[in-house]
């Protein structure tokens, strides 16, 4: 998942598998090529085993451990799907690279977590206290968003997916951006008083859920651009085989799988196509107003 995404960069494959094309009697592609970040874990097993059983479908995952590639490979049919991105990062993509794809089914949200080891609540920093963010500019805005949730500080117009520290408006503390390969090294030194850390860089550090002092609720509008997603190309999101496999990640045996692979943080989430396209086209809005 991207954390960006939520989840882990593992070994890229040696090589891209062509599509690999077949037809039942509803005229569905009977073998579907997905591309992947996670590839090794064991929750693709079990999502592969259920995909022959239940779809007669046979999947072939492409790892990738460059984020910037699953998207020009799924846009020049080196595959079917991707499922690696929040429906952000997807924005991003399409608006800079002048593309359409599109997302077909929700898999989870990953909530970002505010964490101190010395305060026990987001109220109870102390004006001036020194607060850590990702400055990447995936994670910068949500970072912001999380602040805004938790009181700390607030951002022009409410803020977008797109903010940076430049629409701060009023702030209680004071936002520290770092590399976010730092931000779990900072509040474990004492350099912050608090830090948001990505999953990934918490679970490296071993910060405990117990540390957390604030998240972001993944049932909000905040938390909506950050709905990990299945994606195709605009030509394929009613391919019916397609829908079935990303509706298929909910199955629980693979949600078991997740859980266990992102230290149980993932929060599932069933979302229609229609209303991930909608978020979608709402993001890349805010993507282009950036760039202004």
Known sequence: MIW??????????????????GTGGDGDTKAVTIGVTDGSQPYWKTFSALAKKKLGVTVKL???????????????KRLDLNEF????????YNVSAHD???????????????????YHNAAALPAGAKVAIPNDAINEARGLLVLQAAKLITLKAGGTAFSSTSDIATHKVDVVTLDASQTAGAVQSGSVAASVVNNNYATSAKLSQSDAIFQDDPSSA?????????????????????LKLAALYQDPSVQKGV????????????????RLRAE??????QARAATK
Not at 85 to 92: D, E, K, R, W
Not at 280 to 285: A, D, G, I, R, Y
Request: aromatic share 8%.
């Open 4 to 21: 960006l995404v939520a989840g882990a960069v593992i070994v890229v494959a040696a090589l891209v598998v062509g599509l690999v094309l």
């Open 62 to 76: 492409v790892n990738f451990t460059d984020y910037s590639q699953p998207n020009p490979a799924l846009k020049e």
């Open 85 to 92: 991105q929040h429906i952000q990062y997807l924005a991003n």
């Open 100 to 118: 359409d794809l599109q997302p077909i089914g929700a898999t989870a949200v990953y909530p970002l977590p505010l964490y101190s080891l010395k």
């Open 222 to 242: 905040i938390a909506a651009p950050y709905v990990n997603v299945f994606v195709a190309r605009a030509a394929d999101q009613d391919n019916p085989t397609y």
């Open 259 to 274: 859980q266990k692979a992102n230290s149980g943080t993932a929060v599932f989430r069933t979302v229609a196509p229609a």
């Open 280 to 285: 979608l086209t709402t993001v890349e809005k």
